[in-house]
């Protein structure tokens, strides 16, 4: 039978049968139920994921009473902040203050009343959900202080401190500049970043530039969390010991101790699996984590960078990300535009990728043709500046003689692109929307009229030229040509 995710995870740890099978009957359809027969097993699972969200715990058993269970508990951050309540024997008043100066949460006598053991339960989980939802509310509003913080700050020069940072982000957008005194104020913080935008828009590039900016020491470590189940998640980040699992012949460091004094790059956060998700909210509350197959504990001394270009609100909202992660992870959020939004950096960027290109292929720099420029800009570019660079790389290589880069291989990729982005009774603008060509209910336009305005329109966006504006049409220029000098005689025939 399925086992259903919502409901609550309660470990029972008892060492009589009786009462294990009697409270797993009672709670078995509110409850997803662990049970154990002992201390030991009662430590194993309490830290086993999925960790429950509260244990019964028997005082009197044999080898490892209830008190000294629950003094390990509350030693380890991994159970600390698990509530327990005590099954106790009736009358047992010395028991019952003992585990309260323990760190247990309330008792129950036995024998159990069905109703009792319900309203236990129900009180301590609910207060939990309270003291959670309390300190969720308290990390959105520091989060919110630490980014108006830091807004004030890069509001109040308009010269970077370390402009040497920012390198390697070719911009002259005033929005990328604004991006890059935010990020000169919140690097030296060491609260989490979390970067937002659309693929290939360069979120390596801003955690490098943080790292940077950061004056830490160490170095900047990317992984992409993208396909790591929760096993290959926690080897990669936490590492292991000698002998942890099958095939671990010696100890591995993780990236977490590979970082260590510089700066960690979580990329595909939004990938990232519901368990770890788990482990990685651990790890930014207590600021330690376990390697494989250790109990000593270890201490992150790392700046953390995360990345996404999933809409996180959108997985919150379904379910599929856990927002006290979220909060935790965006005390800084950077948003970055895509490249249809900075149009004044793709003159720029074609330079810089010419240039690199050239370099890369040991050939002459070309020179780009004022035509190349305005087709680009009037391209939506879903792929950003990635798509961009990958462009002027295949036509530096595809170019055969000349100082000056040839078009046709730029145009032939563009038409088809849009050719295949093409939706039934619709086009996608220079902004990348979706604009109709005709009202669902209002009256169709003849062939000759759709394709006037379709010219037109072309031709305007291009400035003019014949030759974007065919590619922005997705037909060759004579057959322009020929649309061009129908629409003239059209147009001079209705003056006569």
Same mark, same amino acid.
């Given at each position: 039978m399925?086992?259903d995710s919502?409901?609550p995870?309660v470990?029972i740890?008892?060492?009589?049968r009786?009462?294990?099978?009697?409270l797993?009957?009672?709670l078995?359809?509110?409850?997803?139920?662990?049970?154990?027969?002992?201390?030991v097993?009662?430590l194993?699972?309490?830290l086993?994921?999925?960790q429950?969200d509260?244990?019964?715990l028997?005082?009197?058993m044999?080898?490892m009473d209830g008190?000294?269970v629950?003094q390990k508990?509350?030693?380890?951050?991994?159970?600390?902040?698990?509530?327990?309540?005590?099954?106790?024997?009736?009358d047992a008043?010395?028991?019952?203050?003992?585990?309260?100066?323990?760190?247990a949460?309330?008792?129950i006598?036995?024998?159990?009343?069905?109703?009792?053991?319900?309203?236990?339960?129900?009180?301590?989980?609910?207060?939990?959900?309270?003291?959670?939802?309390?300190l969720?509310?308290?990390?959105?509003?520091?989060?919110?202080e630490?980014?108006?913080?830091?807004l004030q700050?890069?509001l109040?020069?308009?010269?970077?401190n370390?402009?040497?940072?920012?390198?390697?982000?070719?911009?002259?957008?005033?929005?990328?500049?604004?991006v890059?005194?935010?990020?000169?104020?919140?690097?030296g913080?060491?609260?989490?970043?979390?970067?937002?935008g659309?693929?290939?828009?360069g979120k390596?590039?801003?955690?490098k530039g943080l790292?940077?900016?950061?004056?830490?020491?160490g170095?900047?470590?990317?992984?992409?969390?993208a396909?790591?189940?929760?096993?290959?998640?926690?080897?990669?980040?936490?590492g292991h010991?000698?002998?942890?699992?099958?095939?671990?012949?010696?100890?591995?460091k993780g990236?977490?101790?590979?970082?260590?004094?510089g700066?960690?790059?979580?990329?595909?956060?939004?990938?990232?699996?519901?368990?770890?998700?788990?482990?990685?909210l651990?790890l930014?509350?207590?600021?330690?984590?376990?390697?494989l197959?250790?109990?000593t504990?270890?201490t992150?001394?790392?700046?953390?960078v995360?990345?996404?270009?999933?809409d996180?609100?959108?997985?919150?909202a379904?379910?599929?990300f856990?927002?006290d992660?979220?909060?935790?992870?965006?005390a800084?959020n950077?948003?970055?535009?895509?490249?249809?939004?900075?149009?004044e950096?793709?003159?720029?960027?074609?330079?810089h990728?010419?240039?690199?290109?050239?370099?890369?292929?040991?050939?002459?720099?070309?020179t780009?043709?004022?035509? /190349?420029?305005?087709?680009?800009?009037?391209?939506?570019?879903?792929?950003?500046? =990635?798509? %961009? +660079?990958? !462009? *002027?790389?295949?036509?530096?290589?595809?170019?055969?003689?000349g100082?000056?880069?040839?078009?046709?291989?730029?145009?032939?990729?563009?038409e088809?692109?849009?050719?295949?982005?093409?939706?039934t009774d619709?086009l996608?603008d220079?902004?990348?929307?979706?604009?109709?060509?005709?009202?669902?209910?209002g009256?169709?336009?003849t062939?000759?009229?759709?394709?006037s305005v379709?010219?037109?329109e072309?031709?305007?966006r291009?400035g003019?030229?014949?030759?974007?504006?065919?590619? /922005?049409?997705?037909?060759?220029?004579?057959?322009l040509?020929?649309?061009?000098? =129908?629409? %003239? +005689?059209? !147009? *001079?025939?209705?003056?006569?």
């Open positions: 399925a086992v919502d409901k995870r470990l740890v008892d060492d009589e009786l009462h294990l099978n009697m797993n009957s009672m078995k359809d509110k409850y997803q139920i662990k049970v154990g027969i002992n201390g097993q009662a194993e699972r309490a086993s994921e999925p429950p509260l244990i019964l028997d005082i009197k044999p080898d008190f000294a629950l508990l509350r030693k380890d951050p991994r159970s600390r902040g698990i509530p327990v309540i005590f099954l106790t024997a009736m008043i010395e028991d019952e203050a003992r585990g309260f100066e323990t760190g949460v309330d008792y006598t036995k024998p159990f009343s069905s109703a009792i053991v319900h309203a236990r339960i129900k009180n301590q989980l609910t207060l939990q959900q309270s003291i959670k939802e309390t969720m509310a308290q990390m959105q509003a520091v989060a919110l630490k980014k108006v913080g830091a700050r890069s109040t020069s308009s010269v970077l370390q402009p040497e940072a920012f390198s390697d982000i070719v911009s002259n957008s005033s929005r990328m500049q604004a890059f005194h935010y990020m000169e104020a919140v690097s913080t060491g609260e989490p970043v979390l970067v937002t659309e693929t290939g828009v390596e590039l801003i955690a790292h940077r900016s950061s004056g830490r020491t170095k900047l470590v990317s992984v992409n969390l396909g790591l189940d929760d096993v290959a998640f926690s080897d990669t980040l936490f010991k000698k002998g942890a699992f099958i095939g671990a012949n010696q100890d591995r990236f977490i101790s590979q970082a260590e004094r700066t960690l790059f979580l990329d595909e956060i939004g990938d990232l699996a519901p368990a770890s998700q788990i482990k990685l651990r930014l509350q207590e600021g330690i984590y376990y390697p197959g250790s109990d504990p270890k992150m001394d790392v700046n953390i995360a990345a996404t270009n999933r996180l609100n959108d997985m919150m379904r379910g599929d856990r927002q992660l979220f909060f935790r992870l965006s800084h950077i948003k970055l535009p895509p490249l249809r939004e900075r149009q950096d793709i003159g720029l960027l074609t330079e990728f010419l240039k690199e290109a050239a370099i890369a292929m040991d050939r002459p720099i070309l780009p043709p004022v035509e /190349l420029i305005k087709l680009l800009e009037l391209y939506s570019f879903p792929g950003n500046v =990635r798509e %961009l +660079r990958a !462009l *002027i790389f295949d036509a530096v290589a595809q170019h055969q003689s100082s000056v880069l040839s078009m046709k291989s730029i145009q032939k990729t563009i088809e692109r849009r050719s295949t982005a093409y939706k619709s996608v220079g902004d990348g929307e979706i604009v109709p060509l005709f009202q669902a209910h009256q169709l336009p062939l000759e009229e759709a394709e379709l010219v037109a072309a031709m305007r291009s003019g030229n014949q030759g974007i504006a065919a590619t /922005l049409l997705g037909i060759s220029r004579p057959a040509n020929r649309r061009l000098n =129908r629409r %003239l +005689r059209h !147009l *001079i025939a209705n003056k006569k």
